[in-house]
Each structure stands twice: as C-alpha cells, then as structure tokens.
Nanobody
Framework: QVQLVQSGGGSVQAGGSLTLSCVGSGITFSTNCMAWFRQVLGEEREAILLMGQYGGIVYADSVKDRFIIDRDNAKNTLSLQMNNLKSEDTAIYYC????????????????????WGQGTQVTISS
C-alpha cells in the first residue's frame, strides 16, 4: 500500500520561509516523477514543481527562484523549501506521484496523478 505522509507548513508572514516534507512508503521516489501541487481556495489544483526520476526539475514561473524541491533517496523523502513567501502563496500544498509520461507542469490533478499526500495548509499574512 502506497502512502505519502506530509509534514510542515503552517502560517508565516510575507517574506518568510517554510519547509514541507513528504515521506513515502510502498513506493520508491527515485524511480518516479515526484511533484508538489497547490490549490488556492476556489481554484484548481495545479503543479508548481516536479522532479523526474533522473533528477530533472521543472518550476512554475510563480515559484521560480523562491521555491526549491529536493529528494532524499536514502530516506525516500521529498521536500519543498519555500522562501520569500507572498500572500498569493497561501494554499493547500500536496505532494504527488505523477504518471511518468505526464511529468510536466501541465500534469492534471484529476487524472495524471497516481498518489497524493494528505495536503498541508500554508497561510501567508501580509
């Protein structure tokens, strides 16, 4: 049984930093396309960063130069370091295993994702 368990998140003022973690069981992150999605209230869930099985990384323009995705193969953990946070980053964040052929920013939450973490609320106050 595959499980993705997220931790971290919370509330911080604009300009601050937060780190999210996602620990997997029943699946090997290094042989999959791993991703972070986020969902703003009232909007669709969207991919913001993806790391392919060979380590290639894709960033959405909205988070480029501020967010860092990393994978610890030994611990089977995916992390998201978020810096210089803005109010528009307020959302629920999800780690995900994306189908390898759809490993890109246009991966759709409704049918390109095999597994989801439980989601973590991130709130940025201005």
């Amino acid at each position: 049984q595959v499980q993705l368990v997220q931790s971290g998140g919370g509330s911080v003022q604009a300009g601050g930093s937060l780190t999210l973690s996602c620990v997997g069981s029943g699946i090997t992150f290094s042989t999959n396309c791993m991703a972070w999605f986020r969902q703003v209230l009232g909007e669709e869930r969207e991919a913001i960063l993806l790391m392919g099985q060979y380590g290639g990384i894709v960033y959405a323009d909205s988070v480029k130069d501020r967010f860092i995705i990393d994978r610890d193969n030994a611990k089977n953990t995916l992390s998201l370091q978020m810096n210089n946070l803005k109010s528009e980053d307020t959302a629920i964040y999800y780690c995900a295993v994306v189908k390898i052929p759809q490993c890109g920013l246009d991966a759709r939450a409704d049918y390109d994702v095999n597994y989801w973490g439980q989601g973590t609320q991130v709130t940025i106050s201005s």
